[in-house]
């Protein structure tokens, strides 16, 4: 039985002229078993013909919003897909799904799934290279769709460049790695908590960190879209992974107070916020007028230690669970993550050097050294979050089914 057999696939065919690969695409992907519902829009009929693909595939061909009986095709297929790819993908239906707008059956079925998503531009090589179109992918990207990128060679017209539609093998390819990848953590408990703690001052003022919570938030997506079921204790508001369970936060003792009551039944969890390590030790209940911080030029603010609730954790851990500790450091990044990874008995550390340039806190990419307790090293170069995400999971993955 191969990856493919009896999984439902959307295949969304937009207007261009590599729309005639989508044909050999669609045969493929029946021929592995898969069954296979088209969409095409508008442009793509102007290349390729209905009739192709209904003979094709295992569901007659869908072009439009209106004509089925059902009023609302677009959540029929977008939730009973298990996989939605786009091949070609033009840089019109990039924009269209990357901005939401919906209002044809492809982008509507695309709005309407949780399903992953693979898009595969192919257009013209000035196209492929436009900000914009590079902009949108970047941001689909940062939303875990996939992106098989195109390759060189012969374009329309006899131009000579990047842009032609990535070749069926390949693309097929890649929807069999998702589609084997995609629920390797069906029903595993994944905890995450995401964002940097806020310290009350008084009832104005606090003390916080650059953290965004875009990594932790990453992470408890694609766990989520790997079937995990997922509890995200956050202090930012950013979305969160449809299913999972939100608890918001704001100071390090809230945060604790939500993670340690369900830290036992959790099989995984993934500390990636970053929790003040001083906290004001007098919180006053209204704002403080300048000159009750301290006689002349120099205002003070006595600080006290947080608890460092990680340390609790590694001590309490369950037999089976992972737990995952981050490590934002400046200097020396791998000799002290190493140390933190044995000082809080960690299984795995996500080392992070959040001086680099487009690293760490704010950027939308990262890079890390992911270190295992059996002194396993991976280097994860510059990627978008999503993508560090993924490598992060792999890891525990792996570790999981290890023990
Ligand atoms: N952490 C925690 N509670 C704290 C501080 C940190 O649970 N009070 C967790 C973070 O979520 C992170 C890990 O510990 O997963 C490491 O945090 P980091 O601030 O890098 O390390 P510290 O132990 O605070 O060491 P230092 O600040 O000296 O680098």
């Not at 013909?49 to 209904?54: C, D, K, Q, R």
């Not at 677009?74 to 939401?100: F, K, N």
């Not at 939303?143 to 460049?161: F, M, Q, S, T």
């Amino acid at each position: 039985m191969t990856t493919l057999q009896g999984r439902r696939i959307v295949l969304g065919v937009t207007g261009g002229i590599a729309a005639y690969k989508a044909i050999e695409l669609c045969r493929r992907l029946v021929d592995a078993g898969a069954h296979v519902a088209p969409i095409l829009t508008e442009g793509a009929l102007h290349f390729v013909g209905e009739t192709t693909f209904s003979a094709l595939a295992s569901e007659r061909v869908q072009t439009s919003l209106w004509e089925e009986e059902s009023p609302i095709p677009h959540t029929r297929l977008g939730q009973g897909a298990d996989l939605i790819v786009v091949a070609p993908a033009t840089a019109r239906s990039i924009a269209a799904y990357a901005h939401g707008l919906s209002d044809d059956l492809l982008t509507a079925t695309l709005i309407a799934t949780r399903a992953p998503v693979i898009v595969c531009p192919a257009m013209h090589t000035e196209m492929w290279e436009h900000p914009a179109v590079q902009d949108n992918l970047e941001l689909l990207r940062s939303r875990g769709v996939i992106i098989v990128p195109p390759a060189e060679g012969r374009l329309a017209g006899g131009d000579v460049g990047t842009g032609r539609l990535a070749e069926p093998e390949t693309i097929l390819a890649e929807v069999e790695r998702i589609l084997a990848a995609e629920q390797d953590l069906a029903g595993v408990r994944v905890l995450v908590t995401a964002g940097g703690t806020r310290e009350a001052i008084d009832s104005v003022r606090v003390i916080t960190n650059r953290s965004s919570g875009k990594q932790g938030h990453a992470v408890a997506d694609e766990a989520a879209s790997r079937g995990a079921l997922v509890t995200l204790v956050t202090t930012v508001d950013r979305p969160t992974p449809p299913g999972a369970q939100v608890i918001r936060v704001s100071s390090a003792a809230e945060m604790e107070a939500a993670v340690m009551p369900i830290a036992a039944e959790q099989d995984v969890i993934v500390m990636a916020a970053a929790v003040a390590d001083f906290r004001p030790a007098v919180v006053v209940d209204r704002k403080l007028k300048k000159n009750e911080f301290g006689e002349g030029g120099s205002p003070q603010i006595l600080l006290e230690p947080t608890h460092d609730f990680l340390v609790d954790l590694g001590e309490r851990k369950p037999a089976g669970q992972v737990l995952v500790g981050f490590a934002a450091e400046t200097d020396d990044v791998v000799d002290n993550a190493k140390a933190k990874l044995a000082r809080k008995r960690l299984d795995l550390i996500v080392a992070n050097d959040v001086g680099a340039a487009r690293c760490g806190f704010e950027h939308d990419t990262n890079a890390v050294v992911l270190i295992r307790a059996d002194g396993m090293h991976q280097d994860v170069p510059l990627s978008d979050k999503r993508t560090i995400a993924r490598a992060i999971l792999d890891s525990i993955a792996a570790l999981r089914a290890s023990v």
